[in-house]
């Protein structure tokens, strides 16, 4: 990189030289013609006049005062143009550091991003387009170090979820094997349930890798919003009832039809629902349907145990549980909130929430009519 501040600097200079020494030569000779040209119309205007009768075109030499004269202001005049040039040389430096010093600090930032390091960040105390450059590249790096952190968390959480049920039918078989455990139809069931866990897994993995690759298109259709609240707040009042909860569903107006992925829609709304019966001990859910010029919002609220504020952002991430202590009687599997998030921007839409510790949460959907 020291070469490059070297031929920036050289490059400076050198311009910066010739087009002094351009000057200088410029200048000189106008100084020259026009001096003599002064001699000649002033003092020396009858000697001229008079070699001019004789036939001689060649003006008068000049004598040794003036002949001085003109070279104290030569001299003058590079001595002054040796001082700019050394002045040009430290401001053409320092100009050349101007430029590369950002470059400098750019490069050895993405070499340390590179090496592995996403903590790096760039200062660049600067408005022009070298900040604007370290703005971005900490942007980049912010965002790169969050890609990671949530890709390990995914990994981790898919050797989680799978090493369960895995284990568990591992030792179930190897019991039945050596004839430790009998295959009754109690058995069966629970070895059942615990495969019907990993396909719901694999399903909603593939779900969500189809809809982050946009390989999964919606089937837009104008559905009754109104009308799918209602029949899926009644097909999960039984898991309500199990844990005493009151379940409703309020339509503050007469919605409008909408156009949207009715599959979609449902499992947004059903997944939101089985959240809040699943971190609700005592107490009411609501879902709760309104609608303004632009969009559907639908709100599902509830009385649950609440989301502390540091998780908030990351509610929506794969696998990111607020207790990391649950088991999969208590949580499911780590991703329906994210597909949640993934189809609610498919349909051009947004999904938000609002929290408190032991006062609830407000999970607020926003469809929009115009999805194009």
Do not use: W
């Not at 030569?25 to 003092?43: K, P």
């Not at 209602?230 to 199990?242: C, E, G, H, M, N």
């Amino acid at each position: 990189m020291h070469k490059l501040l070297i031929r920036v600097t050289l490059t400076v200079f050198i311009t910066t030289g010739a087009v002094l020494l351009a000057l200088i030569v410029v200048v000189n000779h106008e100084i020259a013609e026009n001096f003599t040209s002064y001699l000649t119309m002033s003092g020396m205007h009858g000697e001229m006049h008079g070699m001019m009768q004789h036939g001689m075109t060649k003006p008068p030499s000049m004598g040794l005062p003036e002949q001085e004269f003109l070279r104290s202001l030569k001299h003058s005049l590079f001595l002054v143009g040796s001082i700019m040039l050394g002045f040009g040389a430290i401001i053409s430096y320092y100009l050349a550091r101007s430029i590369t010093g950002p470059i400098f600090t750019l490069n050895k930032a993405v070499k340390s991003v590179a090496a592995g390091s996403l903590d790096v960040r760039v200062t660049i105390q600067r408005k022009d387009e070298f900040g604007q450059l370290a703005t971005a590249f900490n942007e980049m790096t912010k965002k790169l170090k969050s890609t990671t952190i949530l890709r390990q968390r995914f990994f981790a959480g898919i050797a989680h979820e799978l090493r369960t049920p895995l284990t568990i039918l591992k030792a179930n078989l190897e019991g039945i094997a050596d004839g430790v455990i009998t295959p009754d139809k109690e058995q069966m069931a629970s070895l059942t349930e615990e495969v019907d866990r990993l396909t719901k897994l694999v399903e909603e993995l593939r779900d969500l890798s189809f809809l982050e690759a946009g390989q999964l298109k919606p089937e837009f259709q104008e559905i009754d919003i109104g009308s799918i609240l209602y029949q899926i707040v009644q097909k999960s009042q039984p898991l309500a009832v199990d844990k005493n909860l009151s379940l409703t569903c309020t339509i503050k107006r007469q919605l409008a039809p909408i156009k949207a992925d009715i599959t979609m829609v449902q499992q947004i709304i059903y997944n939101l629902i089985i959240n809040a019966i699943r971190y609700t001990n005592t107490g009411s859910i609501q879902v709760i349907a309104t609608q303004n010029s632009t969009s559907t919002i639908i709100e599902v609220i509830d009385t649950g145990i609440g989301i502390n504020q540091e998780d908030l952002p990351y509610i929506f991430d794969y696998f990111y549980r607020v207790d990391l202590s649950r088991t999969k009687q208590s949580g499911g599997t780590g991703l329906g909130l994210a597909l949640v998030q993934q189809m609610a921007l498919t349909h051009k839409g947004n999904i938000s929430v609002q929290s408190e510790i032991n006062e609830g949460s407000i999970f607020r959907l926003t469809l929009p009519f115009n999805i194009h």
